[in-house]
């Protein structure tokens, strides 16, 4: 496998890819402005060198879940990220975006760099090994998840089917002393409000151990739970004590009526609970026997771990405004769930055996489509359509990277990618079980009539660009999606005259794209007329739009592997060519270098499929998750993290790799052979 590259750490040596620096100067001919722009260049580098950022890399935080609310914690223990009592509800710690926006620390005083982080195996628990100056202590975190507690009354947000389990609301920490003794430190400070509103603490009647936190004009209440003691200062809970060989702490914030645990037993016990539930859910999974097994089981708990789980929908990630060009503009929320991911999320979950999961998202947006005229690209996670999008301007962002933003603007774009991926998701779900739903032929017969009624119009495309409208090639063929998926649902359900209309459609939109979509080389291009590239367009052999040996399916994928790359990894377009509405840069996007991966397995390259897989799993955080885009110049992740639609595309290609290479051993794969995006 390739070298784990280290976001912050270039192949050279520097911190965030910087070369060395030397002292220069400058030669007779530089003038004076070139010189002044060469020193500022050079201190700016300086800068970084020196790491005067107090934001970890997005690549160095920890992910947590109880599939309705998601924590990330940093490297130094701080809880930097929490929203409640929702993923898609305002932050009570959000130092990720402005390190004055509430967070919650639990570890050693004298030390905030660890020795070492990981998942407990198979769950969705963080353990972190920490070396002070006279000890060891191992802190672990999660959110708990208990039995179902719903027995005398109804639950009044659930609407999937019941399980046996459900989310208690509390955020558990503990705390062993392994060796020597530790001077331990609990420093909460809520914000409430995207850090809008301080917290104001008392006690309860449970002497030093327990205290609330409450801001005024805000309808939540936190509890702090500890056999430390507890005091107050201003806005913070604090707490400090010793700890020796042996010994034991714990404390545990929660934010609902039901109760914390009161004791490092209880507590224990809780924790043991929530690991044994994500490994029972883990082993009903299907995973190859392969040395890439770990990558797809982490994306697979990932992907749990974004599914809220009261309505199944998935949220693309769990923040907001972590910036996809460092120190931009680009910078978007992407707590909702989006129509486009509906297919592949169906796909990866179906593929691995988690049918219940699959089946609970494919609800949530039946829902939405049975609801609206016309669906819209995204939804909140509870269905709703407003999503307008905000600035926060009180914050700094991460790493002044600005504006943060809550809500997300593209929610009433026009994309013609929606019904494709919609009929898309009902083919897969009926392939899975064998019958189509009554109720669900009325919505496919909207979806796919609304396809038919736009596909000759202009849109924004996948990528929601906020540049003016165009045909953009890969709209139009998820538009022929539509059309086909849904004629071969209508020739199931015996609905003839309904077959033969649309799949005349199909046809036409077929030759219209093959006419105006492929330039003077036989590449199919970002929008007709154009000869710009464009990364969705590797999903036409995965789409089955032609066969992957179709020379104009070669010759798109290997241009795009030539031409839309930065050191082999895959941007979705040149920022120079396409009318996004935005400026800067951007980083490469990891779900195209993962379709890339997939796309080159689907032609036949599988050498190359093998060697762009195994550098993309090097870039994985130290933690096997990924960001939306990585720089491959530095490996740093930039963007929302952890990034559903990344890890779906990762189990996506290394799927298509492992078959290829078990095929070629003559070894039968333990998992479906369909590989059908």
Known sequence: MARRVRAGVSRSGGPDGAPPLAPR???????????????AAAAEELGELAGVSPFPPIADYAFLSDCEVAALVAPSGNVEWLCLPRMDSPSVFGTILDRGAGGFRLGPADVMVPASRRYLPGTMILETSWESNGGWVI??????????????????????????????????????????????????????????????????????????????????????????????????????????????????????????????????????????????????????????????????????????????????????????????????????????DSSLTLWGLYSLGFDWEANDFFYFIADVAERDQDLQIMYGVDGEKDLEEHTLDHLNGYEGARPVRIGNGAYSQRQHDVWGAFIESVYLHVRSRDHLDERLWPIVKHQVEQALENWRKPDRGMWEVRGEPRHFTSSKVMCWVAADRGARLARIREEWEDAVRWQAAADEMHRDICDNGVDDRGVFTQCYGSKALDASLLLLPLLRFLPADDPRVKATVMAIARELTVDGLVCRYKVDETDDGLSGEEGTFAICSFWLVSALSEIGEHVRARQLCEKMLSYASPLELYAEEIDPRTGRHLGNFPQAFTHLALINAVMHVIQTEQTAQHADLPTPGRLLF
């Not at 850090?195 to 936190?222: I, M, P």
């Open 25 to 39: 100067v400058g030669n007779g001919s530089e003038s004076a402005e070139a010189a002044a722009a060469r020193a």
């Open 139 to 340: 802190v672990r975190d999660l959110l708990l998840i208990g039995p179902w507690h719903h027995e005398n009354e109804r639950s009044h947000t659930f609407r999937r089917s019941p399980a046996d389990y459900d989310a208690t609301h509390v955020l558990l920490r503990t705390v062993r002393c392994v060796q020597g003794e530790v001077q331990l430190v609990l420093d909460c400070e809520p914000a409430f409000d995207y850090g809008r509103k301080r917290a104001r603490w008392e006690y309860t009647d449970h002497g030093y151990n327990e205290g609330v936190a409450q801001a005024d004009g805000v309808d939540l209440r936190l509890k702090l739970t500890s056999d430390m003691r507890i005091g107050f200062e201003g806005p913070r809970a604090i707490a400090r004590t010793l700890v020796k060989e042996g010994d034991t702490r714990f404390c545990a914030l929660s934010w609902s009526e039901h109760p914390p645990p009161r004791s490092f037993e209880e507590a224990y016990k809780r924790l043991v609970w929530t690991a044994h539930h994500w490994q029972h859910w883990l082993a009903r999974g299907t995973f190859p026997d392969h040395r890439w097994r770990s990558y797809i089981q982490r994306s697979a708990l990932t992907l749990k771990g974004l599914i809220y789980a009261n309505t199944g929908a998935l949220v693309a990630a769990p923040t907001t405004s972590l910036p996809e060009t460092p120190h931009g503009e680009r910078n978007w929320d992407y707590r909702y769930s989006w129509i486009r």
